[in-house]
């Protein structure tokens, strides 16, 4: 079973204070405190204002540089803040990749706060703001926007260990993924967030506060994103209001958005059932949400 990805390298507080005295020296002063590590990167809050966030591995490296260069670009467009870097960092003696000092954005992540039912049309509005044509330069991605079929191998082989050790896959589930995979592409290529979880939502007081981690930004299919409908909006009234909000969706796009939340579903419950229980949860929730269809 896979988990989560070793860190290559060793961050900690020492190692942000010898960077930030190096190429930020103004902001040293601050108080650091580590906040969360994920498959891809570090984060410490830095201050009242800031966060720093770190690659935590070399394949990760490439996507945060990603984000430097592209939500400049695309932020002032959306109607919920996203982490634009306020600072870059580059690489050192000490460390070998490129880091960011990006605003800190208040909430808690989704899947520990309640969402109230009217952010589903301000969800919708996002979603419509980012889904525009990218440029023929926009970041490649094979495993966000691309065809289904491509994923499913890594989808059977996953689906069978969780039947075999969990039994957590429901025959439903595997019924709407086949509609998902027989559901043809019928919209062009846009940017996509491409990662949108519980845990890259942010929530304060009922309202979303920021959607973060934008390493899998990429351009291609738009349901992509629309899977995250499943995640936010349980409630099947609300989310026909967001889809209702967003405008203009067949329904082969909706078979596909339900079959990448399905993808997300089983990615977080198989890895999460090996070291991260969180995700294990946000895993089975969003299968269940499926399954109320």
Known sequence: MLGTPPAEIEIDSLLVSRLLAQQHSDLQHLPLQFIDAGWDNAMFRLGSRWAVRLPRRSIAAKLLENEQIWLPQIADRLPIPIPTPDRIGVPS?????????????????ANLAYLDREQAQI????????????????????????????RSQMMEERMQRLETQANSIAPAIRSHWQQALNAPIDVE?????????????????????????????????????????????????????????????????????????????????????????????????????????
């Open 189 to 293: 290529p846009t940017w996509l967030h491409g990662d949108l979880h519980p845990r890259n939502i942010l929530v304060e007081n009922g309202c979303i506060t920021g959607v973060i981690d934008w390493g899998d930004l990429t351009a291609g299919d738009r349901a992509t994103d629309l899977a995250a409908l499943w995640y936010l909006f349980p409630d099947r009234y609300v989310r026909k209001q967001a889809i209702a909000a967003y405008g203009n969706v067949s329904e082969a796009t909706l078979t596909r958005a339900k079959g990448w939340a399905i993808l997300f579903g089983i990615v977080l419950l198989d890895s999460g059932l090996v070291d991260n229980q969180s995700h294990a949860a946000i895993g089975q929730n969003i299968l269940q949400s499926v399954l109320r269809d």
């Open 123 to 150: 969800f919708a509005n996002f979603l419509r703001s980012l889904h525009v044509p990218a440029p023929d330069n926009a970041p490649v991605n094979p495993y966000r926007g691309v065809p289904l079929s491509q």
């Open 93 to 109: 003696s000490i460390y070998p990749w490129h880091w960011s000092v990006i605003p800190w954005l208040p909430g808690q992540t």
